[in-house]
């Protein structure tokens, strides 16, 4: 079917995507029990390898599902995976022609992921670590899931490490000679090395951090992006399986909350809402925590998969996130822009008094001017014979950037006359297509400008309620 394994690896993402879809699946009569349980070992093997590797690129929260992009051999596979909310199977999907293409899906999967664990060390089927596995209790595990199940249940747990063929050695990191490739220049080869750079930077984002999931957070999602850049995480024992540390633990830096308002507080530990993690990840650097506390108004979600070109729309918080990774801090901007803001609305209140004195002295001075011209226009008319004069002629100076400007207009519009009917046509096209464009930015942007302004206006209507 595939000549190459970098064919196959281009031809998963449908595969993974059918593949979580059966997995979360319930066990009724419309799908054969064994398929579902192949369909989730195969997807929780390939989301333990996504994190030995840490090869994931960009998350995103959509209304269909989750959606994942990583980096597989220099592959970008982008698959999709749905909410874990209960099934309401639909009357109108025929179910047998999902399940066949989900066992051609399984078969492929099954060897991409032989090949991927080979390719790291790991071993296959894989084994939670000797260490990790002493960790997870198991009198814990007796308790939570029967003996056949109780393994798939900590790999799916996501918390431990695979074990390896050969166990790694603890070597010196030695820096690898780069030899510049055939016809790049030293620019491009200062601009690769700064991106490889970022890119090991953005692998270690999470490094050094202890997260905690509570109970109301969706656990698998979070816990995968956590331990595919580094960080550490562990929920309540009594939610899954695969728990390290406790609520209680001092070493906690960020516990991941989805409530109004947390009771009991611990000193130096962060208290955020899940959305931090994912737009952290897609920002590729740790956003301000102030924006993500409990009960605050979320920023939007924006898509990693966008990619604004020239005369798109580009809104405001992508614009502030574009500063952030360049290493300015807009968070001063945006402080002095609500002092100025609070200035301009204590001038107004100020200013409104004076407007109204200044606009009844000037309509008595326009009353004055009438007047005046009335009368101008009155000796004008009883003098009949009018005095000519010969004034001196101005020197007038040739702009020579509009001269070009409209020489080139000129060429531009006799080539469009001298092109065929089907290269004018398809020109028509083109341009049709940038306006429409341009329409819908500045469209785009006349929404966003009322949206600020009604803000802006509730913001004022509530200080003057306060101070009244």
């Keep these: 079917r595939y000549p190459t394994f970098v064919d196959a690896l281009r031809d998963l993402d449908d595969a993974l995507s059918m593949c979580f879809l059966f997995s979360t699946f319930p066990r009724t ?15 929780m093997e390939f989301l333990n390898y996504i994190i030995a590797s840490r090869s994931l690129r960009k ?3 959509s209304i269909k599902g989750i959606y994942y992009q990583a980096e597989v051999l220099g592959q970008p596979v982008t698959w999709i995976t749905p909410y874990a909310f209960a099934h309401d199977h639909p009357t109108d999907v025929d179910y047998r022609v999902m399940a066949t293409f989900t066992e051609f899906y399984t078969t492929l999967l099954g060897f991409v992921n032989f090949r991927l664990y080979h390719s ?8 939670i670590d000797g260490q990790a596995d002493v960790e997870l209790k198991p009198a814990e595990g007796k308790e939570y899931a029967m003996d056949s199940e109780s393994y798939l249940e900590k790999l799916s747990a996501l918390s431990a490490s695979l074990a390896r063929v050969v166990a790694p050695t603890h070597e010196d990191e030695v820096e690898m000679d780069e030899f510049p490739v055939e016809g790049e220049t030293a620019e491009q080869m200062d601009a690769r090395k700064k991106e490889q750079e970022a890119l090991e930077k953005h692998k270690k984002l999470f490094e050094g951090l202890r997260f905690f999931l509570n109970r109301e957070v969706p656990r698998e999602p979070l816990a995968f992006i956590i331990r595919c850049f580094g960080g550490q995480v562990s929920w309540d024992k009594s939610l899954c399986i695969g728990a390290t540390y406790d609520v209680s633990n001092p070493s906690i830096t960020h516990q991941i909350v989805d409530r ?38 979320l920023p939007p979600h924006l898509s990693p998969f966008v990619t604004e070109q020239e005369g798109d729309y580009v809104p405001p918080e992508k614009l502030k996130l574009l500063a952030m990774q360049r290493g300015e801090n807009p968070g001063d901007g945006r402080l002095r822009d609500e002092e100025s803001e ?13 407007e109204e004195e200044e606009e009844e002295e000037d309509e008595s001075e326009k009353e004055e001017e009438m007047k005046l011209k009335k009368m101008e226009e009155q000796k004008t008319q009883s003098n009949k014979a009018l005095p000519v004069k010969v004034t001196a002629g101005k020197l007038r100076l040739e702009d020579r950037q509009r001269l070009e400007q409209e020489q080139q207009s000129e060429e531009k519009r006799l080539a469009i006359m001298m092109m065929k009917k089907r290269e004018k046509y398809l020109y028509k096209k083109i341009m049709f297509g940038k ?16 949206h600020d302004t009604a803000v802006k206006e509730e913001k004022k209507k509530s200080k003057k309620a306060r101070r009244a």
């Design 29 to 43: 009569g419309k799908c054969h029990v064994q398929t579902i349980q192949l369909c989730r070992r195969l997807a």
């Design 59 to 61: 998350v995103f929260l």
């Design 120 to 127: 790291l060390n790991l071993l296959y089927p894989p084994k």
């Design 260 to 297: 109004p308002r947390v009771e009991q507080q611990v000193v130096g530990r962060y208290y955020l809402q899940p959305q931090w993690v994912f737009d952290s990840v897609n920002a590729k650097l740790c956003l301000p925590v102030a924006d993500y506390f409990p009960g605050v108004l």
């Design 342 to 354: 609070e200035e301009d609305e204590e001038e107004e209140d100020d200013n409104d008094k004076e």
């Design 435 to 450: 306006k429409r464009k341009v329409r819908e930015a500045n469209k785009l942007a006349a929404k966003r400008k009322a």
